[in-house]
C-alpha cells in the first residue's frame, strides 16, 4: 500500500492561524506551529478531525507549552533533549478516538523494551565485510531502495516505495546509506536531517530477510552517526516499532536512551502500531 505524502497546511482559526500536517494514512494531525490561542485552534481542528476521521492530533513543543495544551487534553508520549536547537522537545498526543489509545500489546512490548535494555554499554564492534559493500546511496540507488520497502514492509507511513518519492527526498534532507551485495542493495538506513533545530531522524531501515543477522544495519546506523556528527548535529532519535526486538536492540546496542512511547502512532505492517523514541545525544 503507498502512502500518500503528508503535505504542509496553512490552517486559519477565529483569532489565528497555525501549520499543520494532516496526514491520511497515519490518521493523524500534526500541527507545526501556530500563532493564536489554542482553544480557537483545537476547536477547528477537532471539526477538521472528525470530518477526516483522525484518530490522533499530535504537536512536538516546548517546556513552556505543556500546560496549555495539557488543559486541551494532550498527554505526553516522549521527550527528546536538545531537539528544538538544543532545547528539549516533548511529544504531546490527543487521542480523539477512545479505540485510537488502547493498545493490547502492551506487556510484550515491555519484553522487548526489557530484552533491549540488556544490551546497552556493550562495546560495539565495528563491522568489516567482504562479501558486502557499504556505501553512501545516490538518485541511481532509488530504485533499488524502492523495492527494497515494498518487499519489506505491507504497509509504510511513508510513500518509500516509489523511486520517484525517494529521489525527491533525497533533495530534501534526507540521506541514506546502503549495503549493497553482489550488485544489489539487500540493506537501508537513513537520517532525516532537521538544519533549523539540529536534530536528525535515524529512519527507514529495512533488510532483506535473507541478509539479516549479518550486523547490516548496525553497520549502517554507525556510518550515519559519524556523518551526522561530521555535520555537526546536535541529536540522533528513531522511532522502532515497540513490539519487533530487532531495531529496538540495535539502537541499545548504540547507546540510544529510551525516550518513551507514542501509542498507535503509524500504520506499519498492516496495523497501526506504538513506536518507541530511542534519543543519543552527540
Request: aromatic letters at 12%; proline letters at 2%; a negative charge.
Amino acid at each position: 500500500m503507498i502512502a500518500e505524502i503528508p503535505k504542509m497546511e496553512k490552517l486559519d482559526f477565529d483569532g489565528g492561524t497555525a501549520r499543520i500536517r494532516l496526514n491520511a494514512f497515519n490518521q493523524r494531525i500534526k500541527i507545526v506551529s501556530f500563532e493564536g490561542e489554542i482553544t480557537q485552534l483545537m476547536h477547528k481542528l477537532t471539526e477538521l478531525a472528525a470530518k477526516e476521521k483522525v484518530g490522533k492530533i499530535f504537536s512536538i513543543v516546548s517546556q513552556d507549552q505543556i500546560a496549555a495544551f495539557k488543559d486541551q487534553g494532550f498527554i505526553m508520549e516522549a521527550k527528546i533533549n536538545h531537539f528544538l536547537n538544543g532545547e528539549p522537545g516533548y511529544f504531546l498526543s490527543k487521542f480523539m478516538l477512545p479505540e485510537r489509545k488502547m493498545s493490547m500489546l502492551l506487556p510484550e512490548e515491555e519484553e522487548v523494551l526489557i530484552k533491549s535494555r540488556e544490551y546497552k554499554d556493550e562495546d560495539y564492534h565495528y563491522e568489516k565485510y567482504d562479501e558486502y559493500k557499504i556505501r553512501s546511496a545516490d538518485k541511481e540507488d532509488a530504485k533499488g531502495l524502492a523495492k527494497l520497502y515494498d518487499s519489506v514492509f505491507e504497509t509504510y507511513p511513508s510513500p518509500m516505495n516509489d523511486a520517484d518519492y525517494i529521489q525527491y527526498v533525497m533533495d530534501h534532507d534526507i540521506f541514506f546509506k546502503v549495503a549493497v551485495y553482489q550488485d544489489e542493495i539487500v540493506s537501508a538506513a537513513s537520517a532525516d536531517m532537521d538544519s533549523k533545530n539540529l536534530n536528525v531522524e535515524m529512519t527507514d531501515c529495512a533488510t532483506y530477510k535473507a541478509h539479516r543477522g549479518q550486523g547490516l544495519m548496525g553497520r549502517l546506523i554507525f556510518d550515519l552517526e559519524k556523518e551526522m556528527q561530521n555535520r555537526h548535529y546536535k541529536v540522533l532519535y528513531s522511532t522502532a516499532r515497540a513490539i519487533s526486538a530487532g531495531m529496538n536492540i540495535v539502537f541499545a546496542k548504540h547507546n540510544y536512551e529510551y525516550g518513551g512511547r507514542l501509542v498507535n502512532h503509524c500504520h506499519i505492517c498492516g496495523q497501526f502500531e506504538n513506536m518507541n523514541i530511542w534519543v543519543k545525544e552527540l
